[in-house]
């Protein structure tokens, strides 16, 4: 509804859980490297818990992808569930058989079951079960969870359990009937709010993921209010930023203020009051808002902002300008802001002029989705690593290419880069990739994804574009891939941008100040800063990954990931 109006492709707030938006700040890594520790070390159960909306589902998709494909995982999304239903989840996510017909009543699962987990032990595979809102489990489910971890060889467990769940798990597992499965837990992490500058960042990643290319719409005192009023919690944020856009949209404001925040967080977050509620004392401190279950719970604006204002303390700074516009309302918008379109800074030129006039953007834009594929076939016909390197320059526009392709592209002012870390990389990439896939044959082909979306993967193989079901691409690819990406003028493969190289320094520079809005510290520091927002490891060093996602944040035209339509 308003990305067009703040020069977005989508709306960058969307509280559903879309895999492009994934933000991983210093604690949802730390929350992964706890699961990973948990999962590697072999043990019976391992606790992942947090407040609703912190982002427990964004860690536990992350540690989906990072899992070894030697792993089988059996997902329970019903805590409700009886034991006997759990158990049957369990045997159809791994693929248990299931008894033929007239023979159910002398079917035992945990024999079954067992004796699946035996097989796959031999065959050098791991077991994993999953367990979300775990905190809603009866204890005759966590008993039973607790049993399948007796189930053991001589040497290791056949099964772990990941519990996911709200504050109150702990609680549930402090008990004394608990302890025997409490002492089985090898790992646990509660994941937290996020601090002022992690909200900060985290607003300006889904931003420049929805196609942000200059400054923030929100000024420094609205992203001070958004912390404050969702105290941290992702959920919570999404939320607030998506009414604030949606309100300025509205009236035609490309600057959203703090006023403007404070205005729909009335909305958003206060419930109306009870008719027959017994008026008290003003609360001594700012109220903990709830988070909206449906839009019914939404209070009109006005009076119920004094208790707000009041409480904050904020009295004693009536006289700032955003606090005035709350009390008497914005001011009217300027005639021209009613037509005009934000200003924001221009992007990158693009140093191809071919790229520039076809518009490499949009060159993986979705068509007609195409036809399926069976991906085992693709090795009978195996494309080489050179050949899948000139498509993807013709994805860019740079074609045909004479000699080895990536000195030619080089010639462009682009360069080739190889990495690892599977889709999640990508997708923070949002650049079509070469995957590398072997077969258990040892076979060996490689195919450029294009785009994916709901499970399916759009592909660029020898045989054109098709699709595949995502899971049969992860049982061919171990998370290494290639692109291509366009270099700063004067950029050296395998440089390391700093200060030292007044020029690219300059570059690097320029490109900050346009998502930073030129904030104070070192050109180091303020490197760091964008690197951990946007989940890479903060050393202050522009490496290329970093050049990369810096590309992407301020708009410089490259092809882009397409969904499948």
Request: aromatic share 4%; glycine share 8%; proline share 10%.
């Amino acid at each position: 509804m308003y990305a067009s109006f703040f020069g977005l492709h989508d709306e960058p707030f969307s509280v559903a859980p879309d895999p492009r938006f994934m933000y991983l700040s210093d604690a949802h890594r730390e929350a992964l490297k706890h699961l990973d520790i948990g999962l590697r070390g072999g043990g019976g159960f391992v606790l992942l818990t947090g407040e609703i909306g912190a982002g427990k589902t964004t860690v536990w998709r992350a540690f989906l992808e990072q899992l070894p494909p030697d792993v089988d995982i059996a997902t329970v999304v019903n805590p409700r569930l009886k034991v006997d239903a759990l158990l049957a989840r369990v045997c159809e996510d791994l693929g248990v058989p299931r008894p033929e017909a007239g023979t159910e009543a002398a079917f035992d699962p945990i024999d079954a079951l067992h004796g699946h987990l035996l097989l796959s032990h031999a065959q050098g595979r791991r077991t994993l079960i999953a367990v979300d809102e775990a905190q809603a489990l009866s204890d005759d489910v966590l008993e039973q969870l607790r049993l399948l971890t007796n189930l053991v060889t001589s040497d290791r467990k056949l099964v772990q359990v990941l519990l996911i769940g709200q504050p109150e798990l702990n609680d549930m597992l402090a008990r004394p009937e608990m302890e025997p499965l409490a002492q089985r837990i090898v790992a646990r992490y509660h994941l937290g709010a996020l601090p002022e500058a992690e909200t900060r960042r985290y607003i300006a990643h889904r931003l420049a993921v929805a196609g942000a290319g200059g400054a923030l719409p929100f000024d420094d005192e609205a992203l001070a209010l958004v912390h404050t009023m969702c105290r941290g919690i992702p959920r919570r944020i999404n939320v607030l930023c998506d009414r604030a856009m949606l309100a300025a949209y509205e009236v035609r404001q490309p600057r959203i203020g703090a006023a403007r925040v404070a205005g729909v967080a009335s909305q958003v977050f206060m419930r109306a009051a009870s008719p027959t509620a017994p008026a008290g004392p003003a609360p001594a401190g700012p109220p903990v808002p709830p988070l909206p279950s449906t839009p019914a719970a939404e209070a009109p604006s006005g009076p119920r902002l004094w208790p707000w204002l009041l409480a904050a303390g904020v009295v004693g700074v009536i006289a700032a300008p955003w606090v005035r516009a709350l009390l008497v309302g914005p001011p009217p918008a300027p005639a021209s802001a009613v037509t005009a379109t934000p200003t924001l800074p221009p992007a990158a030129p693009v140093a191809n002029a071919t790229a520039a006039a076809s518009g490499p953007s949009a060159m993986v834009a979705a068509t007609a989705t195409p036809p399926r594929v069976d991906l085992p076939a693709l090795f009978a016909r195996p494309w080489n690593d050179e050949a899948t390197w000139r498509a993807m320059a013709a994805r860019w526009g740079l074609g045909p290419l004479a000699g080895d392709p990536c000195t030619a592209v080089a010639q462009h002012g682009v360069r080739c880069q190889r990495a690892s870390g599977g889709l999640a990389v990508i997708r923070t990439l949002d650049r079509p990739a070469i995957l590398p896939l072997t077969d258990a044959a040892g076979r060996a082909t490689t195919v450029v994804l294009l785009g994916e979306q709901a499970g399916l993967a759009r592909l660029l193989t020898v045989d054109g574009e098709v699709t595949a079901p995502m899971v049969d691409l992860a049982r061919h690819w171990q998370g290494d891939f290639a692109t291509l990406w366009r270099a700063p003028p004067g950029y050296r493969d395998g440089q390391l941008v700093t200060a030292a190289e007044p020029a690219l320094a300059d570059w690097l520079t320029q490109r900050l100040t346009r998502l930073d809005g030129g904030a104070g510290g070192s050109l180091a520091e303020r490197v760091a800063a964008f690197q951990r927002a946007q989940g890479l490891p903060a050393d202050g060093l522009a490496g290329a990954m970093t050049l990369m996602q810096l590309n992407r944040a301020t708009g410089v035209d490259e092809p882009r990931l397409a969904a499948v339509p």
